[in-house]
């Protein structure tokens, strides 16, 4: 079984940063793909970005070039850096962690864009 917390979120203003972190509790190189997602109260949990144990990354459209997902495969964390950050990027942004035919989520951090 493999954990996933996150961590980083918070309230920050339009155009500002934030980075998001995930910590697996497992070696990341048993997860096959591990990726991030949002969801809005009354939504469906969206895929926002992936990366695969290769290192390939995947973006949702509506992200591309405002977020980067990144690994640091020592400390088994996956972040997700967002960059000039929109009012509709509030949500709660869950980790998953797919191992084989498995799927782990954590617990979600939510991040609000407000002024």
């Known amino acids: 079984q493999v954990q996933v917390v996150e961590s980083g979120g918070g309230l920050v203003q339009p155009g500002g940063s934030l980075k998001l972190s995930c910590a697996a509790s497992?070696?990341?190189?048993?997860?096959?793909?591990m990726g991030w997602y949002r969801q809005a109260p009354g939504k469906q949990r969206e895929l926002v970005a992936a990366i695969t144990r290769e290192g390939s990354a995947h973006y949702a459209d509506s992200v591309k070039g405002r977020f980067t997902i990144s690994t640091d495969n020592a400390k088994n964390t996956v972040y997700l850096q967002i960059d000039s950050v929109k009012p509709e990027d509030t949500d709660v942004y869950y980790c998953?962690?797919?191992?084989?035919?498995?799927?782990?989520w954590g617990q979600g951090t939510r991040v609000t864009v407000s002024s």
């Open positions: 497992s070696n990341i190189f048993s997860i096959l793909v």
């Open positions: 998953n962690a797919e191992v084989g035919t498995l799927s782990y």
